[in-house]
């Protein structure tokens, strides 16, 4: 049977290992969203990453009990030293935990979730390089000045949702900021709101493709 581990804490961010039952090599790493955990994508991601070691990854700024991956000020703003530092960290963090586990992260999939995604997509631009394959769900720009970046070697997916009121909107102007920078991204609506859900997978899934 599939296992995930207890919570890591040796390192800078907490993190937990999922095991599958046939692992194929890949490594796919998983940012949450605010409010919840690194336990809330491991069985999304495990159906759609079957064959992969998953690592999830704990945000720590913890703000009005939610725990998160940079310290919001509003809804639609942040506070950018805050996204700029815990970018740097989670850098810092890639590159232990690849060497304590044996991966390359410019060869992993990264998987995040809203205030995760965002965190995603700043450390393209504040360290390009670390990250190449990335999808990014119910995401938007956060960084009110990117530095800038070739993103020419990142592919990601950006995914929305048709229903979701206050981040919908943002989504395209994300994906052409990436696209602005080189990236190659492919963009989809899909018919939820801010939840992820079936048609997310089947994207994913889709986007994996050779």
């Not at 955990?37 to 992969?52: K, N, S, Y």
């Not at 703000?63 to 815990?86: G, K, M, N, Y």
Request: net charge negative; proline share 8%.
């Amino acid at each position: 049977m599939p296992r995930t581990s207890e919570l890591h804490e040796e390192l800078a961010f907490g993190y937990r290992l999922h095991e599958p039952d046939a692992p194929d090599g890949s490594w796919v790493i998983l940012l949450h969203g605010s409010g919840t955990d690194e336990t809330v994508l491991v069985p999304f991601a495990a159906q759609v990453f079957p064959q992969a070691r998953l690592m999830a990854v704990r945000g720590r700024i913890v703000q009005e009990e939610s725990r998160r991956w940079f310290t919001r000020l509003t809804p639609v703003a942040f506070d950018q030293h805050s996204i700029r530092s815990e970018a740097q960290a989670f850098a810092r963090f890639l590159a232990q935990a690849g060497r304590e586990h044996g991966f390359d992260p410019a060869d992993a999939v990264f998987l995040g979730y809203s205030n995760g995604a965002n965190l995603l997509s700043s450390l393209l631009f504040l360290h390009p390089g670390l990250v190449r394959r990335a999808v990014l769900l119910r995401a938007m720009p956060v960084l009110d000045a990117p530095p800038p970046a070739d993103l020419s070697a990142v592919s990601a997916l950006v995914l929305s949702g048709t229903r979701d009121a206050t981040y919908g909107p943002y989504a395209a102007p994300l994906a052409q900021q990436l696209r602005g920078a080189g990236a190659r991204v492919e963009a989809h609506a899909v018919d939820c709101g801010h939840e992820f859900s079936d048609p997310d997978a089947a994207l994913i899934r889709n986007w994996l493709k050779p």
